[in-house]
């Protein structure tokens, strides 16, 4: 059975760093994209970052503060957060994408969250200011 679970999440004050970690069995991810999402009540589910083969996407939001890495041999994906806010307060999902999709621009990895196949159970971020 695949699969997904997070780790990692916490209470940490503004400026302060974090690092996710999560971890994939049931299949290895080398040609699937892995994202890191994040929800808050009332809101939709937004993608943070994705890893996969073919390049690496960052929301606006969190481009030079978040990196997200893999480490192929333990099947696992790290998300490293740096700079947090309390608008980073949320809890973060970790998904996997057996698929990819053709738009205007060429064929792309999984982006939106209807596109991921599995998910994580979260893990809470709280950003204390």
């Known amino acids: 059975e695949v699969q997904l679970v997070e780790s990692g999440g916490g209470l940490v004050q503004a400026g302060g760093s974090l690092r996710l970690s999560c971890a994939v069995s049931?299949?290895?991810?080398?040609?699937?994209?892995i994202g890191w999402f994040r929800q808050v009540p009332g809101k939709e589910r937004e993608r943070v970052a994705v890893?996969?083969?073919?390049?690496?996407y960052y929301a606006d939001s969190v481009k030079g503060r978040f990196t997200i890495s893999s480490d192929d041999a333990k099947n696992m994906v790290d998300l490293q957060m740096n700079n947090l806010k309390s608008e980073d307060t949320a809890i973060y999902y970790c998904?996997?994408?057996?698929?990819?999709?053709?738009?205007?621009?060429?064929?792309?990895?999984?982006?939106?969250?209807?596109?991921?196949?599995?998910w994580g159970q979260g893990t809470q971020v709280t950003i204390s200011s």
């Open positions: 998904g996997a994408a057996q698929r990819t999709f053709y738009r205007d621009g060429g064929l792309t990895p999984a982006i939106l969250p209807l596109e991921y196949d599995y």
């Open positions: 890893l996969s083969t073919t390049g690496t």
């Open positions: 049931g299949f290895t991810f080398v040609d699937y994209a």
